[in-house]
């Protein structure tokens, strides 16, 4: 059928081939019904035909081929408008469904009633806010890519896609950080902190008055982030390398000593030394299997409050100044960390280790983590005692099949001493075994022990079963008997502004006491009475440590016994070694039947502890039903045993660049007692309680020598 346009014209335009009007005429062909379905089949096959197949279309249907071409590219285009508005009907009705909930969500804002104070939230400006939002989210967006660049700079490879955000609910008590599958803490509190209440633990976390607390610059921290990255790589090396040999076997213990010579060519320059020419260096590595899953011991290492409560006889305090970057979200990878800590030895013949340090985590490998310690100076922060720089120290922990973890550890000082070392401590710490890497590894293998022994629901071979009815009341003396471990370690260093004060100096001996005020819970209130004296035995530490633990032997030390005999009437397993266990005690013939003693004995290759405190009846058996004990007061005395320093052959155990004594080998057992003075908080220092603690010292060291055949003679 033909339509002719431009109306009016004659029918000799017809034939007029020249003229303008017949070149605007246009002639149009409508298909028929069985062309147009010939062709919608063969659009259903193929929607772009080649030239060949439009030739052999055109001859069926009798078109030409071109109008073969316009056809598919018309039906193209139809078939494309017909998507675009289906798409559009879709998008417009999921935007009205939004729109809705929005307004919904709007509604119930207007309405929202603040759980705390029982207002409702009035917003004057819902534009406003919304802008507020986003400028948040702009300003999070840009933190979050800064510290990505930062982490990238640590890992040493761009981070192209943070891990999807968890929801992580931490207790202070949570262990069940580990994404090891084979983990046997999943899952459950391992009682790390089974202390409640404010420092009722007696872990000081008091800083120097002085102490830097914020103000660090972007500069000071891109500074250290440059120190830690350079600690790292140092740190790796001397864990893993051993090119050119830098480690070497020091004696026949098998304990790993720094070549020095071989470490300054290696690593010339890195870091600065003390000017003065006395300084001496300790420096020592170490290796072993720790019963934990390398992720819950990293999330650990990284919070100062756990730190303490992992290495009570170690570090006395502890904090964080400030975290200077927070790693990747679901990892402590690339957190770097200003701290402060103070180590100990647990006697009061030797100061504190104060030290201020970056300390730095990154996953070098899937389930393998280095936890770096490196000083940085902070001006006017120095110890009266000594000068410790922090040389890149730290460890390795990599994870193991069975949940378990091995640990590398690497300790390496620069200490200037500014007061002369006290001579029965002389040669254990020019040793490097006083801080060195086998005293942290040992330490942290027994304390992962006792955690282990602690999620034990049965009673060990050991235990007195009968006596402690629950898994609960199992916990719960574990816990308590925590407190006084750490209340007992804590108490040997007295926090700031309190010094200890010599108050009887024998040629054995001398005794030394602290008052301080007692207001927490869980210790009697009022003014405390700490007295120390350490003494020096020719006998090894295990001899003396299993005569300290034997309740056999009591009566032969204990000065408040009166002689008499006690029973251990419940026993707890605390590790695999037979003296790491809980007792409780009772005395038979005793005037004071209610009144019992709660013991804890550990041991581990650098030494061993015997904390005791006296204990009611009534608040053991609330211990023992598992009820909360934060609030029980206890005020433990004890025993502490190291070796003197000495080795049977004369080799000293770690590098230091001072000699030490050749020397037959000893122990030294430090006493200590705390009295309670008087309730009231000004209570001082009298003749009277002075003359009770020398004589309570006095009578307990020559009891404990008698008992060991120790001749008064004996001493360094």
């Known amino acids: 059928m033909d339509f002719r346009g431009g109306g009016g ?3 000799g335009d017809l034939h007029d081939g020249g003229s303008d009007s017949h070149r605007r005429r246009k002639r149009y062909h409508r298909h028929t019904a069985h062309q147009i379905q010939s062709l919608e089949a063969m659009f259903k096959e193929c929607q772009h035909p080649d030239e060949k197949t439009r030739n052999q279309l055109s001859r069926e249907l009798n078109l030409n081929p071109r109008q073969i071409k316009f056809w ?6 139809q078939m494309k408008a017909q998507h675009e508005r289906s798409d559009n009907c879709v998008l417009r009705s999921e935007n009205d469904k939004i729109r809705c909930e929005n307004i919904a969500m709007r509604q119930a804002l207007e309405n929202i009633i603040c759980p705390s104070c029982g207002t409702t939230s009035i917003s004057d400006d819902p534009y406003f806010d919304e802008q507020k939002l986003r400028i948040e989210n702009a300003h999070l967006k840009e933190e979050l890519d800064r510290i990505s660049g930062i982490a990238s700079k640590y890992i040493g490879r761009p981070i192209q896609q943070l891990p999807p955000l968890q929801p992580i609910h931490v207790s202070s008590l949570d262990l069940s950080m580990s994404s090891n599958n084979n983990n046997n803490f999943r899952g459950t509190s391992l009682g790390l902190d089974l202390i409640h209440g404010n420092n009722s633990s007696g872990l000081m976390t008091n800083l120097p008055l002085n102490a830097p607390t914020a103000g660090i610059s972007d500069i000071d921290k891109s500074l250290m982030a440059d120190v830690a990255a350079n600690a790292t790589d140092e740190l790796i090396r001397l864990l893993q390398g051993n090119e050119p040999p830098l480690w070497t076997k020091s004696d026949a213990a098998g304990r790993e000593t720094l070549d020095l010579e071989s470490y300054e060519r290696l690593f010339r320059g890195s870091y600065g030394r003390l000017k003065n020419p006395n300084a001496r260096i300790e420096a020592s590595r170490d ?16 919070d100062s409050n756990k730190w303490m409560e992992l290495f009570p006889t170690i570090v006395s305090r502890a904090r964080t100044i400030e975290v200077i970057s927070s790693g990747m979200m679901g990892s402590h990878s690339g957190t770097l960390q200003l701290m402060y800590e103070e180590l100990q030895v647990l006697s009061a013949l030797v100061p504190t280790r104060q030290v201020y340090f970056l300390r730095f985590c990154q996953q070098i490998d899937q389930g393998t983590w280095a936890i770096v310690d490196v000083s ?22 990599q994870d193991m099949p069975n949940g378990y973890s091995k640990v590398t550890w690497v300790e390496h000082w620069e200490i200037e001493d500014k007061a002369p070392i006290h001579h029965l401590y002389r040669e254990l710490i020019h040793s490097g075994l006083a801080f060195g890497a086998e005293r942290w590894l040992s330490t942290l293998q ?6 282990a022994c602690s999620m034990v629901s049965g009673n060990s071979t050991r235990d007195l079963g009968g006596v402690i009815p629950s898994a609960e009341g199992k916990r719960s003396m574990i816990g308590l008997a925590q407190r006084m471990v750490n209340i007992f370690c804590s108490c040997i260093n007295p926090c700031n502004g309190q010094q200890w004060t010599t108050i009887s100096g024998q040629a054995e001996y001398e005794v030394r006491a602290a008052l301080h005020k007692s207001m927490d819970l869980g210790q009697p209130n009022g003014v405390i009475l700490s007295a120390a004296a350490t003494v020096w035995l020719p006998i090894a530490p295990q001899i003396v440590f299993n005569f300290f633990r034997d309740e056999r032997t009591r009566p032969q030390w204990d000065v408040m016994s009166n002689q008499n005999p006690v029973q251990e009437i419940a026993h707890i397993a605390n590790g695999s070694h037979p003296g790491n266990c809980i007792s409780v005690l009772r005395g038979f013939n005793s005037s004071q039947n209610n009144t019992l003693i709660l013991q804890e004995s550990c041991m581990d290759s650098s030494g061993s502890t015997v904390v005791y405190c006296p204990i009611d009846l009534q608040a053991v058996n609330i211990a023992m039903s598992g009820e909360d004990t934060s609030y029980i007061p206890i005020l433990p005395s004890g025993f502490t045993i190291s070796p003197d320093g000495r080795d049977a052959g004369g080799a000293a155990s770690a590098s230091t660049s001072n000699g030490s004594s050749s020397a037959a080998a000893g122990s030294l057992m430090t006493v200590v007692f705390q009295i309670l003075v008087s309730n009231l908080p000004n209570a001082r220092m009298t003749p009277e309680s002075v003359t009770t603690v020398n004589n309570l010292i006095g009578n307990t060291v020559r009891q404990i020598k008698s008992a060991l055949n120790v001749s008064g003679d004996d001493g360094r």
């Open 446 to 451: 027994r304390i992962c022990e006792r955690f």
């Open 287 to 302: 290796s072993g299997v720790v019963i934990m899953s390398g992720m819950a011991l990293v999330g650990m290492f990284m």
């Open 9 to 11: 014209s004659s029918g």
């Open 376 to 397: 940085y100076d902070v001006p006017h922060q120095e110890s009266p005692f000594s000068s410790a720089h922090k040389l890149p120290s730290g460890c390795l922990i």
């Open 72 to 77: 598919f590219q018309n039906r193209r285009t």
